[in-house]
């Protein structure tokens, strides 16, 4: 039969998602644990793209549910900069919500625009910085086994976060590399349900780019109107 795994507390600390949990339960439930978290958070995942094409605030609440649960998923696989990236969702998808809630002197809602072109450099100074700083802390004091991948999605998701909460439709198309590169990384290290989603993310992102340009068009005309 099998034994649950213990851990002498004087002489290993828990150092993973496992290791802290082992003291608690055997190794088979944790796996089961861990795989229906990350069917849960592909769940709210779909939630949130449908509710982000739509561009309702509610995908803001769904923001803050799918962080959760994948700082757990993300730090068992090794995830580490998604990890922190996701207390970083958290943190700035109850500004996002903020600002979405904000009305303008007309009443309208926040509308949908295009990045300006003068936010274009400082954007990409802060993804260039952002990624720099994030690979160092990974390949110094982490047994990452992506640093360079995991650095790159995180510093070009902190932009994009950004970007949708100001409503601007380019961040669909940061996005969309995000997705791209994050499917190939989580295929590369087993998280095959959460794969699939970032492949759906990625035709999706070019979906709702069109749509958001077509909002804009339909937002402009009725002020028209």
């Not at 998602?17 to 082992?22: L, P």
């Not at 995991?150 to 669909?172: G, N």
């Amino acid at each position: 039969p099998h034994i649950r795994q213990k851990i002498d507390l004087n002489h290993h600390r828990p150092r993973t998602v496992h290791d802290f949990f082992a003291i608690f339960v055997t190794y088979e439930l944790f796996i089961t644990i861990m795989f229906w978290l990350e069917i849960a958070g592909v769940a709210v995942g779909l939630i949130y793209l449908w509710l982000e094409y739509r561009a309702s605030v509610w995908l803001w609440l769904a923001n803050i549910i799918m962080p959760a649960i994948y700082i757990f998923v993300y730090a068992d696989a090794g995830f580490y900069a998604d990890m922190g990236i996701n207390v970083y969702y958290l943190v700035a998808s109850l500004y996002g919500w903020a600002v979405w809630l904000r009305r303008g002197d007309d009443g309208r809602e926040l509308p949908i625009t295009h990045t300006p072109r003068r936010m274009i450099a400082p954007l990409v100074g802060v993804a260039a910085a952002a990624m720099g700083i994030i690979a160092f802390i990974l390949i110094n004091y982490t047994d990452s086994t992506v640093p360079y991948g995991d650095s790159f999605t995180t510093a070009l998701s902190i932009v994009a976060l950004y970007m949708l909460a100001q409503k601007q439709v380019e961040q669909w198309l940061v996005w969309l590399v995000v997705d791209v590169v994050c499917c190939a990384l989580y295929l590369y290290k087993g998280l095959y349900p959460t794969a699939a989603l970032y492949g759906l993310y990625t035709v999706l992102a070019w979906v709702g780019y069109r749509r958001w340009l077509k909002m804009i068009d339909e937002n402009e005309a009725s002020r028209t109107a």
